[in-house]
């Protein structure tokens, strides 16, 4: 990799180091938005001893509070992303982590600890969105995928910090301890704040990184800053490359008019590109694996596994993201971005689907959790990093933030949809029925990504543009 990284750096003047430089610390926002995202999984037991939460509803609205800030700061970024730039809103949302993990941490109240997740959420809704985006912008089309699976990369080394944190905060929970028990415990008082409070550390380090980096080169031209936008081109590929791809945006947004808004994306031929957006960031959440994230205290009890061995599996999973994304990473611009899709989405119903003749079967122990790790590890190098390379890549430059933040908006809403209905799908189906509901999605999930997904590996954003707006017009996606 190094001897072909120094063969492009040398034929055509790219300044690999810094491209990686200024993309791994918009990737920081996926770290944050990992950590954020997964904390609530460990601290689940006793906050929820703390607040005296004990209805299905209440359990519910505590998961998936996040979720509603996840909603609306994706429509915040399409909103403001165009108007005032990635960079700023990446260094708004450094700031919405950290006070909202300190909030959150401090809370004395169920009211205030809900809105202080749902702050969070804000801030995840936004690097969600635009970290994944402005590292496609500013990435060469042959390094592309693997960049923005860096994005993907941080998520789970977020997730799993998240996890190892939450591991190593708690102290070891005796069998059979009653709820009072847990409550007066140092678990129950004062770790739970802890496992939040901790993220404003990486907070920190992410809004100081952006401070670093420049504002995406697409968004520049778009937003008539010529001379910028070639500034930055020419630091990362050289003279000659940013005349030739400064040229190739400007065609690209020669026919847009003066305000792009969400009413362009209902143009026929656009609204189809939007369509499959849509669908893979819904698919990316209903396939599942999020309850194994978020709901693993259920997902392991069920199993037969005791609160301390559940952390532990927890940090299992975790370690499993991190290694599987790295697979991702080496094979998404070699194997291309279709093939994986396709395996993970047919894995995923495999596993799910021995999974739920498992709980059938009332198996305990390392059975459901080897069955656990095997759909981490399909997901985590499959669906999870490359549906965000996908969507970070088929929208054209003119209604990208627009676009995008409709389909990052559809994810956050399938995932409140499944966070939500997992304890009434858990109470109503059992585990074994729950987990065959979504063996049953990823079915539809592989049909529709085989017949409408099509190849963009190697091509720019500008060519890909061209490819999916002909097939859209001609009805062939």
Not at 311 to 331: D, E, K, W
Request: charged share 10%; net charge positive; glycine share 10%.
């Amino acid at each position: 990799m190094a001897v072909l990284n120094s063969r492009v750096a040398g034929s055509s003047g790219w300044n690999l180091r810094y491209i990686w430089f200024i993309s791994i610390a918009a990737a920081m926002g996926g770290l944050l938005f990992g950590y954020d995202w997964v904390v609530i999984g460990g601290a689940k037991p006793f906050y929820e001893t703390f607040f005296h939460l004990r209805t299905p509803a209440a359990v519910a609205w505590a998961m998936s509070s996040a979720l509603a800030g996840c909603l609306f700061g994706a429509v915040a970024s399409g909103l403001l992303s165009d108007q005032y730039g990635r960079k700023r809103l990446l260094l708004f949302s450094a700031l919405l982590f950290a006070a909202s993990s300190l909030g959150t941490g401090m809370a004395g109240s169920f009211t205030m600890f809900l809105v202080w997740r749902i702050s969070g959420g804000v801030a995840i809704g936004l690097a969600s969105n635009l970290s994944p985006i402005y590292i496609a912008e500013v990435a060469p089309e042959f390094l592309r995928g693997r960049l923005v699976s860096v994005n993907q990369f941080t998520i789970v080394i977020g997730l799993m910090g998240a996890q190892v944190v939450n591991w190593l905060i708690a102290r070891p929970v005796p069998a059979g301890a009653t709820a009072a028990a847990i409550l007066q415990s140092w678990n129950g008082q004062q770790g739970w704040r802890w496992m939040f409070g901790v993220t404003a550390v990486p907070s920190v380090l992410f809004l100081l990184a952006m401070l670093f980096v420049p504002e995406s080169p697409r968004w520049l031209a778009r937003n008539g800053q010529r001379s910028r936008a070639l500034a930055v081109l020419e630091r990362t590929g050289g003279t000659l490359f940013a005349g030739r791809e400064l040229a190739a945006i400007e065609a690209s947004l020669a026919q847009e008019t003066a305000g792009v808004d969400f009413r362009d994306l209902l143009e026929p031929r656009l609204l189809r590109i939007l369509a499959l957006g849509i669908f893979l960031a819904v698919f990316q959440q209903w396939c599942g694996i999020n309850v194994v994230f978020n709901y693993a205290q259920e997902v392991f009890a069920a199993a037969g596994y005791q609160v301390s061995d559940i952390l532990f599996n927890i940090v299992v999973t975790g370690a499993t993201s991190v290694v599987f994304t790295v697979v991702a990473m080496g094979t998404v611009d070699r194997l291309g971005r279709r093939p994986l899709m396709l395996a993970g989405a047919s894995g995923l119903a495999v596993d799910y689907f021995l999974l739920g003749l498992s709980y059938h079967a009332s198996l305990r122990g390392w059975p459901v959790l080897a069955l656990v790790v095997i759909a981490v590890g399909c997901y985590s190098c499959s669906l999870a990093p490359i549906t965000w390379v996908v969507l970070s890549e088929i929208f054209p430059n003119r209604i990208r933030g627009a676009a995008m933040a409709v389909s990052v908006f559809s994810l956050w809403a399938g995932c409140f949809v499944l966070t939500y209905t997992f304890p009434f799908l858990n109470r109503g189906l059992g585990p074994a029925g729950t987990f065959w509901l979504y063996c049953a999605v990823c079915v539809c999930g592989f049909t529709v990504i085989r017949w409408k997904l099509p190849e963009t590996k190697g091509k720019t954003l500008e060519q890909i543009e061209r490819e999916l707006v002909g097939r859209a017009g001609a009805g062939d996606l």
